[in-house]
Nanobody, 130 residues
Framework: QVQLVESGGGSVQTGGSLKLSCVVSGYTGSYCMGWFRQAPGEERVGIAAIERDGSTSYSGPVKGRFTISKDDAKNTLYLEMNMLKPEDTAMYYC?????????????????????????WGQGTQVTVSS
């Protein structure tokens, strides 16, 4: 059974930093991963993704502030978030794609598309206060 477990969320002030982690279990092989977020009353949106070869994509609102990375030996995905803003407040989810599959991004925003990913974590809350 594939499981994704996020951690590292919390409450910070504007300008602060957090680093999220997502540990994957029950899933071996090569696959893409991504981070998504969902604010109250809004749809879940992609913010960053990483290909099997380590290449990355970011949506406009987080580009230059967030960094996605992975440690294949630890089966762990990371999201380092800097210069946090109140509008970053959301539940953050990690996701994994099918083995060998790539992911697709929105043509205009660069955001990874949720339909590219099969497995999802339960989320970790990030709250940024002004």
């Amino acid at each position: 059974q594939v499981q994704l477990v996020e951690s590292g969320g919390g409450s910070v002030q504007t300008g602060g930093s957090l680093k999220l982690s997502c540990v994957v279990s029950g899933y071996t092989g090569s696959y893409c991963m991504g981070w998504f977020r969902q604010a109250p009353g809004e749809e879940r949106v992609g913010i960053a993704a990483i290909e099997r070869d380590g290449s990355t994509s970011y949506s406009g609102p987080v580009k230059g502030r967030f960094t996605i990375s992975k440690d294949d030996a630890k089966n762990t995905l990371y999201l380092e978030m800097n210069m946090l803003k109140p509008e970053d407040t959301a539940m953050y989810y990690c996701a994994a794609a099918d083995l060998g599959a790539t992911y697709y991004t929105d043509y205009f925003t660069g955001a990874p598309l949720a339909a590219s990913f099969r497995y999802w974590g339960q989320g970790t809350q990030v709250t940024v206060s002004s």
